[in-house]
């Protein structure tokens, strides 16, 4: 897929209103393969903090028998994290704030995560 | 206890070269005073570095401590000073059987009972790695009763009393991923505490970055789908997180009610400890 493509695939989810970025990474060293990011992000450092995370809560999940993560979400004081990782092995993250609708964002990183898979 | 700790305190320090340095350093494990217990231990096997007791008592220690590395390596040398030695040879059944490698564990525990068949914690911990326990107890490699956790329940384990999942859906780490109360089991059943607390050990922190990275504040929780369950963590204090763990009939909000309830509950057990 080229990276139009990985762009392309993020459209629906930076269309939900209160996300304010969204990114494709790859899940085994945090690379920004795409982004759309609202002003401010520091794309390639939470790239890279969202894979570490990924990875860590994965084996965690993994450990305790309830499988790989299909779908995270980190919620903070003033905004939220929400990951979806694909088959391929990419990680379909979104920024949002605080109020989000966080049932679609999920379904639209699912939808992303499908179409890069 | 404590009157014996002085008064062998005091024998020590009147002759450091006594061995009674052993019986001292048991108590402080005993008491889990694991920083004083270690040190009477090191400078006895300054002293005596090959008194296989010596070795078997640090590696008793850095068990407890959930050191297990250093065990590991305590009890080897034990084993090399003293092939016999029945403590390192359960001791080392434990490690094995707490990584999984049961055929290892129960290669030890047999030579422990070639050497003393009298011993019923032998017996039990055979069983145990047989998988003949009772169903409670199978699956937990605390139940291998060589280490202080084992013989005497520690209360700090009780932290979730009476709440639904105590025993094998809530879990409370410090920031070093160390267990301070709970237990997770896996699907199959199996103890998977240690293996999850482990992982999580860096997970608060690199939260807490990604948040701040992301000029969100404070992280308040993660939660998170997996194809057998659903997980939330939560931290309750800056020091310490807490695990939920139910099957996908729970749905991650009331997951997240569940984990709310319980990181109250660790919030005040936890400033009980201060």
């Keep these: 897929m080229s990276a139009n493509g990985y762009e392309a695939a993020l459209h629906g989810v930076t269309g939900v209103r209160g996300v304010r970025g969204a990114m494709v990474v790859t899940g085994s060293d945090g690379l920004v393969v795409a982004e759309s990011l609202m002003e401010g992000i520091k794309g390639t450092a939470v790239a890279a903090l969202a894979a570490s995370l990924a990875a860590r809560l994965g084996r965690a999940m993994d450990a305790g028998g309830v499988g790989s993560g299909v779908f995270w979400h980190l919620q903070a004081e003033r905004g939220a994290l929400l990951v979806v990782p694909a088959r391929s092995g990419m990680l379909i993250v979104a920024v949002a704030e605080p109020g989000v609708n966080a049932g679609l964002v999920r379904l639209e990183l699912l939808r992303a995560a499908e179409s890069v898979a | ?274």
Excluded: C
């Design chain 2, 1 to 274: 206890m404590a009157d014996d700790i002085k008064l062998l305190s005091a024998q020590l320090a009147q002759d450091p070269h006594s061995l009674v340095f052993l019986r001292l350093g048991e108590l402080l494990r005993q008491k889990r005073q694991f920083d004083l217990a270690q040190r009477v231990a090191t400078n006895g096997l300054e002293r005596h570095p090959h008194l296989a007791d010596a070795h078997d008592l640090l590696a008793r220690i850095q068990a407890d401590r959930h050191d297990y590395e250093h065990a590991f390596d305590e009890w080897d040398m034990t084993l090399r000073i003293a092939p016999r030695h029945t403590g390192a040879l359960k001791g080392l059944a434990f490690l094995y059987f707490k990584v999984g490698d049961l055929a290892q564990a129960e290669s030890h525990l047999r030579e422990a009972k070639k050497i003393d068949p009298d011993d019923p914690a032998v017996d039990q911990a055979l069983a145990m790695v047989r998988g003949g326990a009772p169903a409670a107890e199978r699956g937990s490699a605390e139940a291998v009763p060589v280490s202080a956790e084992v013989a005497e329940p520690i209360p700090e384990e009780r932290v979730f009393a009476g709440l639904e999942g105590a025993q094998e859906g809530l879990l409370l780490l410090d920031a070093a991923g160390q267990v301070l109360g709970g237990a997770l089991k896996s699907a199959d059943g199996q103890d998977a505490t240690q293996a999850v607390a482990a992982y999580l050990a860096g997970v608060s922190q690199e939260a807490s970055r990604t948040a701040k990275l992301l000029g969100l504040g404070g992280w308040v929780g993660l939660s998170a789908e997996g194809p057998r369950g659903n997980v939330h963590l939560t931290p309750p204090t800056q020091d310490a997180l807490l695990l939920v763990v139910r099957d996908r009939s729970v749905p991650m909000g009331r997951l997240a009610v569940i984990a709310q309830r319980a990181a109250l509950i660790a919030r005040r057990w936890l400033e009980r400890q201060v």
